[in-house]
């Protein structure tokens, strides 16, 4: 058994562009170096890091690893939210996440989920059309980014300028200025008085929207609190698109760069949700679980995390290990195995999933279909990341395509 106490230097290196465009032979690295390493993040925090698939996938479901921040021993920086914010999934662990889960999924269940495959299919058109005669386009700022909060805006009952707003708040939390500490201090403070206002709005005049349906949610005599109903609206609006935005933004390079394979889905949509499940292994859009605190010293791949420590488990890393995924530096879609993790595992399996990958699915079938001879407008090693080590997703992807003989939407 090892005592890994060594500060390795940050490994998010968000203001080094070409560890952001390719970030994997540095996983390689963190791999043939050991299971588990201490290290800090950008933002100062030390951290355990764990690196193998077997490793994360365990310590995914380890109950000696609280997502609760009271575990945190007093060193763990990260965002610091009010309770009208933080008191949600992600910040708990059972009983109080098993009540609350359990309450929430009464109002976020599958059938409503696949009932909006409809309405994701006449969003995604309605954009494609906006910029089909043009020949051009930023997929990001026109398909990618307006998708996701059109629809989770929709779901939750969320007015279209509001929902302008919370996008540009989560953008000032995911990349903060260290040098206007105020401005994420404010978009704080913004969202927690949009979310109130929100949740009184739908308790006088409830709607057909997950708000709503959220109010009405009890078992028994229980029913979620005030302050748990504003942190899971902020929490299903914020992971209702954040990671959306990059599994779209991801799934459309990654086909640009395999135009064999994009080719392929162009001919045979049954390939889609294979495509998109093979994204989420191949380039995670969301890089790291959620931070966790060992509330007992614990062992991980021989090494002994402290009592107290904050230990981050590197999905992005974890799926390109070789010992599980065979040749996993190949984009491979198709009937090998693809255990990824990236909804998580066990009891915090995320519970939109269904609507992720339901969003991915159609907004990337549609595009290479809807736009023909699709193909980048600049070279791909020149593409601009999200400086966040918090999720991996690009800043703008230009591309052109054919105009004449492109087909109306569908």
Not at 50 to 57: G, L, M, N
Not at 128 to 136: F, I, Q
Not at 267 to 279: A, Y
Not at 303 to 319: K, Q, R, W
Request: aromatic residues 6%; proline residues 9%; hydrophobic residues 40%.
């Amino acid at each position: 058994m090892t005592d890994q106490t060594d500060l390795t230097p940050s490994f998010g290196l968000t203001d080094d562009p070409h560890f952001m465009a390719d970030p994997y032979p540095s996983y390689a690295r963190w791999r043939q170096d050991g299971p588990v390493r201490r290290t800090t993040t950008p933002d100062g925090t030390a951290v355990w890091l764990v690196t193998r698939y077997a490793d994360v996938r365990a310590a995914l479901n380890d109950p000696r690893l609280s997502l609760n921040r009271k575990n945190s021993g007093g060193g763990y920086g990260g965002f610091r939210l009010p309770p009208a914010l933080d008191t949600n999934l992600l910040n708990m662990d059972p009983p109080d996440h098993t009540r609350i889960r359990r309450l929430v999924s009464k109002a976020f269940t599958a059938r409503r989920v696949e009932g909006l495959r409809p309405r994701i299919q006449e969003i995604t058109g309605r954009l494609l059309d906006a910029v089909a005669p043009v020949g051009r386009a930023d997929l990001m700022a026109a398909l990618a980014v307006p998708l996701p909060i059109t629809v989770i805006g929709e779901l939750l009952g969320v007015p279209s300028g509001d929902r302008e707003r919370f996008r540009s708040w989560t953008t000032t939390l995911i990349a903060p200025d260290p040098g206007e500490p105020a401005l994420a201090r404010e978009a704080v403070g913004q969202m927690s008085r949009l979310l109130a206002r929100l949740v009184a709005d739908k308790r006088a005049e409830p709607a057909d929207d997950l708000i709503s349906a959220m109010i009405a949610a009890r078992d028994e005599e229980d029913r979620l609190g005030e302050e748990e109903m504003t942190s899971l609206a902020f929490l299903i609006l914020w992971a209702g698109y954040e990671a959306t935005v990059h599994l779209i933004g991801n799934g459309i390079l990654t086909l640009l760069r395999h135009p064999a394979w994009l080719a392929a889905v162009r001919d045979d949509p049954r390939l889609t949700p294979s495509v998109v499940e093979e994204v989420l292994r191949f380039v995670s859009p969301t890089p790291y679980a959620i931070r966790r605190f060992a509330v007992e010293d614990v062992t991980v791949g021989g090494v002994t995390i402290p009592s107290g420590e904050t230990v981050l488990l590197s999905l992005a890393c974890a799926h390109h290990d070789e010992s599980v995924f065979f040749a996993p530096e190949s984009f491979a879609p198709g009937p090998r195995e693809n255990s990824h993790l990236a909804f998580g595992h066990g009891v915090h399996y995320c519970l939109g999933a269904p609507l992720a990958r339901a969003e991915a699915q159609i907004a990337i079938g549609t595009l290479v279909r809807r736009l023909p001879g699709l193909a980048p407008a600049t070279p791909v090693e020149e593409l601009r990341w999200q400086p966040s080590f918090r999720s991996h997703g690009l800043l703008e992807l230009p591309v052109t395509f054919s105009v004449a003989g492109s087909a109306p939407s569908r």
